[in-house]
């Protein structure tokens, strides 16, 4: 199975910060990645797929990098409906995998 | 309204049964695979599984914790997708979301409200 390792786990930024969220997979996964905003009680919502792709509707202030191990989440000046648990997840093989999440709160 | 709606959650003894449903609306369902994703209480999103259309022979895959235990199905008439767990443990205790597979792309572009179902004696 491929390991998908975030880091932070959490992070505490203030409105205005640019955060990044590091997701790093156990093998080459191309740029098969996608991230996921979830907030406490709701569903998760999809931010970006292939790795770099911002899914309709996402503010541009959110971007991903990255490709083979190595991704990132950037969000470029954090506002308050930004603070959230964020997640990385794989689709390059079976079993789908998510990475263990990280929490941006507030300072 | 584009929308997916879990029901069939509850309280359930530890070995026995349960079916979860998803019920689809405002899009052509039978077009997209469909997964379903899980959360314990407290903890991260774990996969549980997908069953893709009909073109793919409403084929599926699991993750190791639930094969064998759980089936994942869909009927495109009723524009509803399935899972059925069979001797449940107290690990399977989360919500469960069913969510969209974007077709072609790969990510979960629509998502439930998740159903809690807790495994408990």
């Known amino acids: 199975d491929i390991q998908m390792t975030q880091s932070p786990s959490s992070v505490s930024a203030s409105v205005g910060d640019r955060v990044t969220i590091s997701c790093r997979a156990s093998q080459d996964i191309s740029n098969s990645l996608d991230w996921y905003q979830q907030k406490s009680g709701k569903a998760p919502k999809p931010l970006i797929y292939?790795?770099?792709s911002l899914h309709s509707g996402v503010p541009s202030k959110f971007s991903g990098s990255g490709s083979g191990t190595d991704f990132t989440l950037t969000i470029s000046s954090l506002q308050p409906e930004d603070f959230a648990i964020y997640y990385c997840?794989?689709?390059?093989?079976?079993?789908?995998?998510f990475g263990g999440g990280t929490e941006v709160e507030i300072k | 309204e584009v929308q997916l709606v879990e029901s069939g959650g509850g309280l359930v003894q530890p070995g026995r049964s349960l079916r979860l449903s998803c019920a689809a609306s405002g899009f052509t369902f039978s077009d997209h695979y469909m997964d379903w994703v899980r959360q314990a209480p407290g903890k991260g999103l774990e996969w549980v599984g997908r069953i893709r259309k009909k073109t793919n022979s409403y084929s599926t895959e699991y993750a190791a914790s639930v094969k064998g235990r759980f089936t994942i199905s869909r009927d495109d008439s009723k524009t509803s997708l399935y899972l059925q767990m069979n001797s449940l443990k107290t690990e399977d205790t989360a919500v469960y979301y069913c969510s969209r597979v974007v077709s072609g792309l790969w990510y979960f572009d629509l998502w439930g409200r998740g159903t809690l179902v807790t495994v408990s004696s």
């Open positions: 997840r794989q689709y390059k093989s079976y079993p789908v995998t």
């Open positions: 292939a790795a770099t």
